[in-house]
């Protein structure tokens, strides 16, 4: 039985001396205890401490155990059961200390250690695919660094900021160390020792980025990064999204920016989100260079709609341009935007229909250069 076991461990370790893990040693991670709850086997077992130097038990939930004595867990757990144990009597025993090298922060993850170890060659096992094995401490089988920090990280991209990178060894803090600087220049870092704890930080800003980029999902910052390095994480915006449309939302607030603004240029702030909206399409047809299907990437106004198709052609009557919108169509005269009529140059949107009609030979080139003189055509062909 699990009592008389008990007591036989220790009276052993009080009569002949505990020769393996010393009975009153401090717990860290990796550490495997027994744990004894008298006249309850359900509530007993054997347990590892996780990275963190917590341990999980049933009734119970998480507990720190980290640089505590197995007899003062002992003390904490049976506080903890007493409200649902009548009599609760509990013993703790440290039944080995682990050769091992935690990773603390972001993934989390337990490694077996290996002489030569250092910094690097143990990142490098994080982000492979197919690292050396690492240590399953519920069974003691051997699984992959891959399953125990749930996949690869991306040193650049990924949330964990490897310019801030710290060894917990004892009761000292080596570091920081910059990982990325040394992979750099080919530096393996630090050489690892039994029981070092790798501590990793997460990079402090956050940004959705949505809508037609390629990656969409979240972009993980340093401080000062400017905003702009969160849509070059998540792969830059796609091939039809539109440039001058997209909605900035921070701090509860929301606005229409373009590529150019400035505030792409200055710090994102945790929490921003991006939504770049896919570009209008519209035919535009009749005496333009490139009559079709157009795309609107920037500016959506017809004036840049006709810019986008290549330009009125020859014989295009700019004074009689249709728009057909909705199934209603509507007359709209270019030439008198120069005198400041800007209902005469409209939004469009996706799905509306222009129409560059055929009239009598004039010098559309001199309307066309006014209206580009006033900036009114798209930012991108």
Known sequence: MRFQRAALVAAAVAFTGFTGAQADAALHPGDKIDVTVYNHPELSGPHTLDASGNVALPIVGTISALNVEPNDLAERLKVRLAPYVRQVAVDVQLDAQS??????????????????????????????????????????????AHDVVNGPLDLINGPIDFHKVTIQRENRVLGPYDLLALRAKGEAGPTLVPDDTIQLVDKPVMVSVQGDVEKPGTAYLSNNEPLMQAIVQVGGTASTSSQAAITLERGGQSQVISMGNPLFSQPAQNGDRILVPRAPRVDVLGNVVKPGETMLRGNTTLVSAIYYAGGPAQYANLKSVEVMHNGERKVYNLARIQSGHTGDNPDLVDGDVVMVPQGSKFQWSD???????????????
């Open 367 to 381: 309307v066309w250069s006014a209206l580009g003189s006033l900036g009114l055509f798209g930012v991108r062909l």
């Open 99 to 144: 050769a091992s090298v935690f990773v603390a922060g972001g993934p989390n993850g337990v490694l077996r250690y290996q002489p030569g170890m250092t910094l690097t060659s143990v990142v490098d096992q994080l982000q492979s695919r197919n690292p050396a094995p690492a240590v399953d401490e519920a069974d003691a089988t051997s699984v992959s």
